[in-house]
């Protein structure tokens, strides 16, 4: 069975389609080089969780190659929601039919991406390879780069909370209504795994703003 969590996410989702912006995830990582925060493109829904693409040359790929936890962040404008998963289990897969599949779905230019220029770095600095120009830039995109990767994101801890417009409700209101209105607070829930089990519980939402 969906656990409620994943049910409402996909929802959330579908709602916000229209809005490119709204298909990227926040995700925080804490690495060698300090406390970063990346923005990666929404691919796709696995049973577990969701699926990114990530360039393994990038800051976000080499704190996910180490031991670093991530945190990560989704929001969707439209209908107000949060979505935070708290140290999710990360799995960086580079083989196998979802990884040929994912890159054989790529366009021509995303793909020249991952065998260009190495992200996060200055552009004003020449990189300095220690193979020829020939390994640099491939005969052929049918291969996959060895930089191009899928994470699977499976969340062990969701943080939802859904916020309250109070502009839509103003504007839903007839202009005989004279009575005071109640204040209709954000509601908020924690989805926990435990063991095979997905617990749900309802948390104290943050204070309504102005």
């Not at 190659?65 to 999710?88: A, I, R």
């Not at 109640?182 to 795994?193: D, V």
């Amino acid at each position: 069975m969906e656990p409620q969590w994943s049910h409402s996410l996909r929802q959330s989702q579908l709602k916000n389609a229209c809005l490119s912006f709204a298909q990227c995830l926040y995700i925080a990582t804490q690495g060698p080089e300090g406390a970063h925060l990346s923005q990666v493109q929404f691919r796709g829904f696995t049973e577990e969780g969701v699926v990114v693409y990530v360039d393994l040359r990038s800051r976000l790929g080499r704190d996910l190659s180490g031991t670093s936890g991530c945190e990560v962040m989704w929001s969707f404008p439209l209908t107000n929601e949060v979505y935070k998963f708290t140290f999710p289990q990360v799995q960086i897969v580079q083989e196998g039919l979802i990884y040929e599949t994912a890159w054989a779905s790529l366009r021509p230019r995303e793909k020249a991406g991952y065998v260009s220029l190495p992200p996060d770095t200055y552009a004003d600095e020449v990189p300095v390879f220690s193979h020829d120009l020939d390994s640099f830039t491939p005969q052929t995109q049918t291969v996959a780069s060895p930089n191009f990767a899928l994470l699977l994101v499976a969340p062990v801890l969701v943080d939802h909370t859904r916020y309250i417009d109070k502009a839509a409700i103003g504007n839903t209101r007839k202009n005989y209504e004279s009575l005071m209105q109640p204040e209709i607070q954000p509601q908020r829930w924690e989805h926990r795994l435990q063991g095979e089990v997905w617990v749900t519980r309802r948390l104290n939402a943050p204070h309504p703003g102005p």
